[in-house]
């Protein structure tokens, strides 16, 4: 059964620091793209970052970029996104997510598998 527990989360200050993790177990987890979603109350879920299957190539939305870092150790079968400087804008729930494909997506019906979030909460 496969299995992503995201953790991190909490209540943070803008301008602080953040590094939310992502477990994996279940599946190859070498074969499998992992990207980070997040979703703000009555908004949908929208792409953050992805990492490819060696941690090779990262892609970020635009409003992270220079903010937010997504690394993986396929050792650990962990993927982290730090996030420094975050803003309130970036309240959300996070989720992790994997795709066996070859190339980082980053709409939500092209991942296989979903955790079941962490929230984060900026504060101004």
């Known amino acids: 059964q496969v299995q992503l527990v995201e953790s991190g989360g909490g209540l943070v200050q803008a301008g602080d620091s953040l590094r939310l993790s992502c477990a994996a177990a279940g599946l190859t987890f070498g074969n499998y793209i992992i990207g980070w979603f997040r979703q703000a109350s009555g908004k949908e879920r929208k792409f953050v970052a992805g990492v490819t299957r060696k941690g090779a190539n990262t892609y970020y939305t635009e409003s992270v970029k220079g903010r937010f870092t997504i690394s993986r150790d396929n050792a650990k079968k962990m993927v982290y996104l730090q996030m420094n400087g975050p803003k309130p804008e970036d309240t959300a729930i996070y989720y992790c997510?994997?795709?066996?494909?070859?190339?980082?997506?980053?709409?939500?019906?092209?991942?296989?598998?979903w955790g079941q979030g962490t929230q984060v909460t900026v504060s101004s």
């Open positions: 997510a994997a795709d066996q494909r070859f190339f980082i997506r980053t709409t939500v019906p092209e991942y296989d598998y």
